[in-house]
């Protein structure tokens, strides 16, 4: 989570593993790219509410943000993320 996010975290359960393959405009030329994710999904108790690493590190995070199940705008999500939610709402 540290490396990830710049959260520290004091407890955490697994909820879930899981994958998802798809295609996604990741190259200059707009040619889709298909991608396998794999990811592991927690509950987690924070030491403190805090604003989350933003920038992308360069090699497998376009970093985080804090998002708003109220909101709806799940077209900010990431297709794995819609997924997991798709999971955690069942």
């Known amino acids: 989570m540290m490396e990830e996010t710049g959260l520290s975290i004091t407890n955490y ?33 924070l030491d403190k509410i ?5 920038e992308p590190d360069g090699q497998d995070s376009n970093g985080a943000f804090w998002f708003d199940l109220a909101d709806g705008d799940y077209e ?12 955690i709402n069942q």
């Open 13 to 45: 359960k697994l909820d879930f593993c899981d994958s998802l393959c798809f295609g996604h405009n990741l190259t200059k030329d707009k040619s889709t790219v298909e991608l396998h994710h794999i990811g592991m999904f927690y509950e987690i108790v």
């Open 50 to 54: 805090v604003d989350v690493k933003r």
């Open 76 to 87: 900010k999500l990431a297709p794995f993320v819609k997924m997991a939610l798709g999971k």
